[in-house]
């Protein structure tokens, strides 16, 4: 089969899920992570006879696409700001939002700081972090062993020295006042909001990066707070991307845990998403 007949096999096959352009859009960026070709190819070689092998490869990922499976997971990479990092279904794929984090908390970072990135995953967060000032000193921790194996794979493909740690949030041991900065991404989303979700995040996006315990969608903010009121330096910084939906709870924690200049950021879609704040004391 040529590529032109690939093509209208995936614009058929995925019509009632994609636009006709979104449909293009895929099978070119799977043309291209797969076998390195320009997206002109369809244009300028439409005839061009696929072996069996690259044949193989684009069903496989036809059907995993038609699954719901996200093109992030069929390819293993993302975008992130403005690098590609490596994912799979160990990690969060990274939202637009969380890009709006690491630009919120540049904002308040200067050479040298000390920053640790709690619930890393993929290691998004470090790395863009990093990747826009090398003299930071950065740690990125998360719980699962999987997770890490996949930020320090993206820290060596960056070619960027982030210190990553397999840690429990609930057990992590503090830092005696030292840090600079401490963000956070952990699991926002309360077990209720299954329902308005997209299979392709239900199906595939690790369960234990989203969701909160179902009688506390705080839990996770408490222990990043708790260790934060002992690490941070007296006016370090603590941020979070958080849900919309507890803002007001998230607040209320960090001023019983005595920290001040409270600021509630809306990302791009005028929802409540970033907190930062400041250890009093």
């Known amino acids: 089969m040529n590529i032109i007949q690939f093509r209208n096999q995936f614009r058929k096959s995925l019509s009632s899920k994609f636009e006709i352009n979104e449909i293009d859009f895929i099978f070119k960026k799977l043309l291209n992570y797969f076998f390195n070709f320009e997206s002109t190819i369809i244009g300028l070689s439409p005839r061009l006879e696929l072996s069996a092998s690259q044949e193989f490869k684009l069903i496989e990922a036809l059907k995993l696409i038609n699954n719901n499976c996200p093109l992030q997971y069929v390819?293993?990479?993302s975008t992130f700001m403005d690098f590609e990092i490596y994912v799979d279904s160990n990690v969060l794929i990274p939202r637009p939002e969380t890009e709006e984090l690491v630009n919120y908390v540049l904002g308040s970072t200067k050479n040298d700081d000390t920053i640790f990135d709690l619930c890393t995953g993929s290691g998004c967060i470090a790395l863009g972090l990093k990747n826009k000032n090398?003299?930071?000193n950065v740690t990125g921790i998360d719980i699962s062993n999987d997770a890490i194996l996949i930020a320090v794979k993206?820290?060596?493909?960056?070619?960027?020295?982030?210190?990553?740690?397999?840690?429990?949030?609930?057990k992590i041991i503090t830092k005696d006042a030292s840090i600079d900065i401490i963000v956070a991404n952990p699991p926002y989303v309360h077990p209720n909001e299954k329902e308005i979700?997209?299979?392709r995040v239900l199906n595939f996006e690790p369960h234990m990066a989203?969701?909160?315990?179902?009688n506390d969608p705080t839990y996770y903010y408490k222990y990043c707070i708790n260790f934060a009121k002992k690490s941070l330096k007296v006016g370090g910084k603590l941020f979070f991307e958080i849900n919309p939906f507890y803002a007001k709870e998230i607040e209320t924690l960090l001023v019983n845990s005595n920290f001040n200049n409270i600021d509630i950021k809306l990302d791009v879609y005028g929802k409540k998403r970033m907190l930062s704040s400041q250890r009093n004391g």
């Open 154 to 170: 993206n820290s060596e493909k960056l070619n960027l020295n982030i210190n990553w740690i397999v840690e429990d949030l609930k």
């Open 197 to 199: 979700m997209h299979s």
């Open 134 to 136: 090398s003299s930071l």
């Open 75 to 77: 390819i293993g990479k």
């Open 210 to 214: 989203i969701f909160t315990p179902k």
